[in-house]
Nanobody, 122 residues
């Protein structure tokens, strides 16, 4: 069994940065990929980024390419989402996800964290 715990959300001004963290606990050897999704009020869930657990291959949603970076710390089993050049449209609850298969925009991963709020506002 795998559990995910997110942290690092908060309030930031447009153009600023935030770094989200996802601590991964449990049977991590069973995982193929971890990723981040977000959901804004009144909108559907949106794929943000994913990284393969073993090889570090990264994929990004179109709206965050060039601004966000996903990475993985192998010693502590944490996954990070570095968010730069933030825009008000990036506001939402960010969820860490994990799966025994690949994660992409059309995916519905098996395992989810509780979510962390990121708000971009002046």
């Amino acid at each position: 069994q795998v559990q995910l715990v997110e942290s690092g959300g908060g309030l930031v001004q447009p153009g600023g940065s935030l770094r989200l963290s996802c601590a991964v606990f449990g049977r991590t050897l069973s995982l193929f990929a971890t990723g981040w999704f977000r959901q804004a009020p009144g909108k559907e869930r949106e794929f943000v980024a994913a990284i393969t657990w073993g090889g570090g291959t990264q994929t990004y949603g179109d709206s965050v390419k060039g601004r966000f970076t996903i990475s993985r710390e192998y010693v502590t089993n944490e996954v990070y989402l570095q968010m730069d050049s933030l825009e008000p449209e990036d506001t939402g609850v960010y969820y860490c996800a994990a799966d025994r298969g690949s994660i992409a925009a059309s995916s519905n991963p098996d395992i989810w964290g509780q979510g962390t709020q990121a708000t971009v506002s002046s």
